[in-house]
């Protein structure tokens, strides 16, 4: 056994994003409208798919 402290995992940073269409999101249908939480890789696969606007990348929401 080891003597190490054990420290918790890093929760991955998570970024507010709008959707565009249906789509489900750990389990849980959502509606066209609903913002979810997602991962900086989850963003850029539902910017891929259409299911989010481009300009939400990355903790944009295309205002200035």
């Known amino acids: 056994m080891s003597n190490k402290p054990q420290v918790a995992a890093r929760q991955p940073a998570l970024s507010p994003v ?6 489900i999101h750990n389990g ?10 997602v991962t900086d890789d989850q ?8 299911v989010i606007d ?11």
Not at 18 to 23: G, M, N, R, S
Not at 29 to 36: E, L
């Open 18 to 23: 709008v959707l565009k269409k249906p789509h």
């Open 28 to 37: 849980e249908p959502f509606k066209a409208g609903s913002t979810i939480q």
């Open 43 to 50: 963003l850029d696969w539902l910017s891929q798919q259409g």
């Open 54 to 64: 481009s300009q939400q990348k990355h903790g944009t929401d295309g205002q200035a």
